[in-house]
């Protein structure tokens, strides 16, 4: 009897890393801000390369977006927020005062988010629209949920804390240099 033994797709070792790499420790999280747009927000999660597809993985990454080293890129959405469901918000919408047109006055297009479990409330005024501001406030009540729930293990919590470890590289990179080139410069008797 006779084995048949099929090499695996392309796309079928992307979603087998896909799903190895989805919900990671949280001790493992680095990001990586998109400069040109701070909402889209990049983590970068290495994989622990004891799976045995790894291996036949690295040619088939090579060739698409996923990095094939010890990191991949993945996005905001991977990241397993708490659930925030309808029936616990209460929604109200208020309209703007004063001077500022014709249109100020008429649209109520300011979202206010309350959560009814834990009193959380969020104001959204960001834009004239009113569905943008429903969904951007959602996004904001939904961080803050998550800032309370899990505390350091937060997504927020996550974000500042690479921020800080990436500025303590910097600087420390920055003395670095700066303590070669006062060596560099003693020893060809520069100054």
């Known amino acids: 009897m006779s084995k048949c033994i099929v090499s695996p797709t392309r796309k079928l070792l992307i979603s087998l890393c896909k799903n190895q790499t989805k919900y990671p420790d949280c001790h493992f999280w680095r990001r990586n801000f998109n400069n040109s747009d701070r909402r889209d927000i990049r983590i970068i999660i290495p994989i622990r390369?004891?799976?045995?597809?790894?291996s036949l993985l690295i040619p088939f990454l090579r060739h698409s977006n996923l990095n094939y080293g010890p990191a991949r890129w993945i996005s905001k959405k991977l990241y397993q927020f708490p659930e925030l469901r309808e029936e616990d918000i209460e929604e109200?919408?208020?309209?703007?005062?004063?001077?500022?047109?014709?249109?100020?006055?008429?649209?109520?297009?300011c979202v206010f988010l309350k959560h009814k479990p834990t009193g959380l409330v969020v104001k959204c005024h960001e834009t004239r629209s009113q569905?943008?501001?429903?969904?951007?406030?959602?996004?904001?009540?939904?961080?803050?949920?998550?800032?309370?729930?899990?505390?350091?293990?937060s997504f927020r919590s996550q974000q500042i804390k690479e921020i800080c470890e990436e500025k303590t590289q910097k600087k420390n990179k920055a003395c670095k240099n700066l303590e070669l080139k006062k060596s560099f410069k003693e020893r060809e008797g520069l100054e």
Not at 49 to 54: A, E, G, L
Not at 96 to 105: D, K, L, R
Not at 131 to 153: F, P, Q, S, V, Y
């Open 131 to 153: 569905e943008t501001n429903r969904k951007r406030a959602r996004e904001t009540l939904l961080l803050k949920l998550d800032d309370l729930i899990n505390g350091e293990k």
């Open 49 to 54: 390369c004891s799976t045995p597809f790894y």
């Open 92 to 109: 109200h919408f208020a309209r703007g005062s004063g001077p500022g047109g014709q249109a100020v006055n008429k649209t109520a297009n």
